[in-house]
């Protein structure tokens, strides 16, 4: 559906260090540097953060989340704790989330520059 997810930053160094670190654990390539932009990709789409094209301040969408897949629990811990130790903030620790489809687990996480983004797998049934 998708080809690519863009989020804005005002800081594209400070943004790539969080980005590679909780994308990393969920083994996610380092992000590749295209002047004020830096682009992550997988067999499944592409993921931009940069300084936005029309060279006003970058803000967060209220409301607005992007959820990156998980392969287990554990990478979704690693996520968190990721980008908690590189510029994060906690939107909410890892954990069931009842409210989602499925035996869903997940985290989420604020970037430097407000953006709201989430790791979740699907655990097996009685976990």
Known sequence: MFTHVM???NDPAKAKQFYDAALGALGIGEGMAFG???????PTGAFGVGKPADGNAACHANGGTIGFAAATREAVDAFHAAGLANGGSDEGAPGKRAQAPGNAYGAYLRDPCGNK??????LPEGE
């Open 117 to 122: 983004i989430c790791a979740f797998t699907q």
């Open 36 to 42: 004020d932009r830096v682009f992550y990709q997988s």
């Open 7 to 9: 989020v804005g930053t």
